[in-house]
């Protein structure tokens, strides 16, 4: 038994209940970005692409929400040291002798090269090509590529640094990854067994109803941020690895505001 925590064990959700959790942070996505930040374009003097920015942030916040809420209700004492334990924010553990090791980030390595195999290389493309040869109204969504933001109306506007800091925050540490890795993923195996790593992909990846073009890349790639998660029971393997990506974001803010990068 586990001081702090209402639950004996390692007590798992039943399928329903995870399926409930995904829906309540996944399905405000798409009514945010595709009918709250449109409707609010005509009242408006920002640019279309940051309202649509502002609707992703606001839906990731919105994950932190319910994650305090989850975690408020399953802690019997709210504290700092029990949701750590809860949401494994902790240091990687070895899966067959149980000691904790910092030397067990080298895992980082491959992961990464994984990950950017997928959502760099041209493989990640042909797989969204897929879906879209299917469906391919999804290819004319209005999404949140910030190259849409690339605008000279936007030159000069460092305050976005500060945007880019609030959605590096909410996307890669206290929405997405605290929802999906952290209060999740501790609960599938019960469900899912072995193969919750694989289950959790799936579902982070059907998180994306914003972007639904790219769902099968997304689900695929975050099979390095899950199996590592998983098997060292570190929260810290998905933060780092999908961190990483929120330093493009802060590259790409820093282009914009710099005026670089207009003709694309």
Do not use: C
């Not at 193969?195 to 790219?214: E, I, R, S, T």
């Amino acid at each position: 038994m586990q001081t702090g925590l209402k639950t004996v064990g390692d007590a798992q959700y039943s399928l329903g209940k995870i399926l409930a959790i995904w829906a309540v942070v996944s399905l405000p996505m798409p009514v945010l970005v595709f009918f709250v930040a449109p409707a609010l374009i005509p009242l408006t003097n920002a640019h279309p692409g940051l309202l649509i920015w502002y609707a992703g942030i606001a839906g990731m916040a919105w994950q932190f929400v319910v994650s305090m809420f989850i975690l408020y209700r399953e802690l019997d004492q709210f504290t700092w040291a029990n949701i750590k334990t809860r949401i494994w924010l902790n240091k990687p553990s070895d899966p067959k002798t149980g000691k904790k090791s910092y030397k067990l980030f080298l895992w980082l390595i491959p992961a990464a090269i994984f990950i950017i195999f997928f959502e760099v290389s041209p493989v990640g493309g042909y797989i969204d090509q897929i879906l879209l040869t299917l469906f391919p109204s999804l290819g004319n969504l209005e999404g949140t590529d910030m190259d849409v933001l690339f605008v000279p109306e936007l030159v000069g506007a460092w305050w976005l640094l500060g945007v880019a800091v609030l959605n590096n925050i909410f996307n890669y540490f206290l929405g997405e990854e605290l929802l999906f890795r952290g209060i999740l993923l501790p609960k599938m195996r019960g469900v899912f067994g072995k193969w919750d790593w694989v289950a959790n992909a799936a579902l982070f990846g059907l998180y994306h109803l914003d972007k639904p073009q790219n769902i099968p890349k997304i689900a695929i790639s975050a099979l390095g941020l899950t199996w590592t998660s998983r098997r060292f029971k570190s929260i810290w393997f998905a933060i780092i690895l999908h961190g990483v990506e929120g330093l493009i974001v802060f590259g790409g803010v820093y282009m914009i505001a710099a005026g670089l990068g207009l003709d694309r």
